[in-house]
Nanobody, 124 residues
Framework: QLQLVESGGGLVQSGGSLRLSCAAS????????IGWFRQAPGKEREGVSC????????NYADSVKGRFTISRDNAKNMVYLQMNSLKPEDTAVYYC?????????????????WGRGTQVTVSS
């Protein structure tokens, strides 16, 4: 069974950068599309970005396009989310999630495996 652990969150000033990592274990990551989601206090969890199992296809929420970049290294069983030009509204708990298959989107219900999340706080 796919297990996911996020890391790399923290406190950063507005305009700063962070790189989140998602470490997979249990099974080879090659067969899973991966998504990054976030949940701010009092809000629903929303899709931020996703990447196909091969890494060839990526997708981003409009709110992060041009600022965030998703990537993966299947040999290392790792997925990354590079976040630049961070804004206070990016503050949230960030989760990575796995979906068996080549490609998945940004809906929560497309994913079956979830990490526990990492907190990102952006100060103004």
């Amino acid at each position: 069974q796919l297990q996911l652990v996020e890391s790399g969150g923290g406190l950063v000033q507005s305009g700063g950068s962070l790189r989140l990592s998602c470490a997979a274990s249990g099974v080879a990551l090659d067969y899973y599309a991966i998504g990054w989601f976030r949940q701010a206090p009092g809000k629903e969890r929303e899709g931020v970005s996703c990447i196909s199992s091969t890494g060839e296809t990526t997708n981003y929420a409009d709110s992060v396009k041009g600022r965030f970049t998703i990537s993966r290294d299947n040999a290392k069983n790792m997925v990354y989310l590079q976040m630049n030009s961070l804004k206070p509204e990016d503050t949230a708990v960030y989760y990575c999630a796995g979906s068996w298959g080549i490609l998945a989107g940004l809906r929560n219900d497309e994913y079956d495996y979830w990490g526990r999340g990492t907190q990102v706080t952006v100060s103004s």
